[in-house]
């Protein structure tokens, strides 16, 4: 047992951090507004990174703060198992109506990684209740991330994800990833080449027969790997070798749901409908956590067998539907139609690539590439190590540039707020620029 002491940084044990770099040279924010973080010592930062690609609407908005602080005084808690409270029923209508298709269902987690575990065994349990219990085989792709959850980090396709952690889940393959630097350097939106690459399905099925495979699970766009952007025409391709042979898709949106992309949802961008959509940061604008699955109703229509008095999905949590999340929820769906967010980032997608796609030739940048309001630069790993000049670029924009800057390995990544103005894109990618010189 140790003392507390005021100020001590040593008890935390940061996730997906450096942890013994930071608490030598902490990174420290204290307060958020609009477009910026806010130092404890008042220095504001530029957020390229939405929080976590999730502050879609920009920070501190008042009427989600508002609506949060009225269902505490309301209602903290209520039980989700075999009760109901009505914030929770309104959020899932929002969300069915504004999701493509039948995807009419909603099933309530807490986070990203929580809506991929669900997703994966709502598919599972579908194939029971269907009488295909041979259905077992899981399918992701390499260099995908659904979150960090013992099914996330299964089908996900990172190995610094995967390689501490055991044999992982049995009867999961992988497709091949859909980035092919010599093909796509420096693409602006969905690259030309790669629609092929869906085919490899075909092969998957016929390793391990098509009655073994229950679902395939993809991101519309790879985003926690550095985002690379879907080729034209794959997804597509991918729902129709699905189709031929009876197999789940299921669209991971965690980061491109909620106006990332220029829609509600990425399968509108791609006209793709799939069985399943995960679900979480944009719900909620990151305000409280919140993740779920959308479901079709064939889905959701399975499940209902049997005695009506029975469970029918043996899965949840705690916190499904935690009415400070619905209450944020509702504020933030609201803000996105008012403000017409959607439809903002989309016409913003052109501007952001004319921006990013100005870096091209500074030293050392190897491909730059954007899809919706994401943009990626790849730098060449110094001779100190790969991963060393992306931490160097984010511990200099943020101490030098006044900049909170997201990167993965060597690979800067942009995912502003829907509400950056052109004038912070430009602002955005000069800080970018002397933060790309300045760790050559």
């Not at 507390?4 to 040279?25: I, V």
């Not at 493509?100 to 990684?113: A, E, I, M, Y």
Request: aromatic share 8%; with cysteine.
């Amino acid at each position: 047992m140790t003392t507390a002491a005021p100020n001590d940084l040593d008890a935390y044990w940061m996730p997906f951090t450096s942890n013994r770099a930071f608490k030598q040279a902490p990174r420290m924010v204290g307060s958020a507004k609009g477009m910026h973080y806010y130092t404890p010592e008042g220095r504001a930062l530029l957020d390229a990174a939405a929080g976590l690609w999730c502050v879609n609407t920009g920070h501190g908005r008042e009427e989600i703060v508002r609506a949060i602080q009225e269902q505490a005084a309301e209602m903290d808690f209520s039980p989700p198992f075999q009760f109901g409270h009505p914030k929770a029923f309104q959020l899932a209508s929002r969300l069915a109506a504004m999701a493509p298709g039948d995807l009419n269902r909603v099933f309530f987690c807490n986070s990203g990684s929580e809506a991929v575990d669900t997703a994966l065994k709502i598919a599972l349990a579908y194939w029971q209740a269907k009488g295909q219990g041979g259905r077992t085989r899981l399918i992701g792709r390499v260099r995908g991330y659904h979150g960090v959850g013992f099914g996330g980090i299964s089908v996900g396709g990172m190995v610094a994800n995967r390689k501490a952690f055991g044999s992982l889940l049995a009867g999961v393959d992988h497709l091949p990833t859909t980035y092919n630097r010599a093909e796509q350097a420096f693409s602006r939106g969905e690259p030309e080449w790669g629609a092929h690459l869906a085919d490899e399905l075909e092969n998957l099925v016929a390793l391990h027969d098509a009655s073994t495979i229950a679902a395939v699970i993809v991101e519309p766009m790879a985003g926690s790997t550095g985002a690379l952007p879907t080729p034209k025409g794959y997804l597509k391709r991918l729902r129709e070798i699905c189709d031929a042979y009876g197999i789940l898709l299921i669209f991971d949106e965690v980061i491109t749901g909620f106006g990332r992309m220029g829609y509600g949802f990425a399968a509108e961008r791609y006209d793709v409908l799939p069985d399943l959509i995960t679900f979480a940061k944009g719900v909620t604008a990151g305000s409280v956590p919140m993740g779920g699955v959308l479901a079709r109703d064939g889905i959701y229509d399975a499940f209902m067998q049997g005695p009506e008095k029975a469970v029918e999905l043996f899965h949840g949590y705690t916190y499904s539907a935690h009415p400070l999340a619905c209450a944020a929820g509702l504020a933030t769906l609201d803000l996105y139609a008012r403000e017409g967010l959607f439809a903002r980032a989309l016409a913003l997608e052109p501007v952001l690539a004319d921006a990013v796609h100005s870096l091209r030739g500074l030293p050392n940048v190897l491909d730059i590439r954007n899809v919706g309001l994401v943009a990626a630069v790849d730098l060449a790993p110094s001779a100190a190590g790969a991963g060393r000049r992306g931490f160097d670029a984010m511990n200099h924009a943020f101490h030098n540039e006044d900049l909170l800057l997201r990167t993965a390995g060597d690979t800067l990544v942009m995912s502003p707020a829907l509400i950056i103005s052109e004038a912070q894109i430009g602002e955005l990618i000069e800080k970018i620029g002397r933060t790309i010189r300045a760790v050559a």
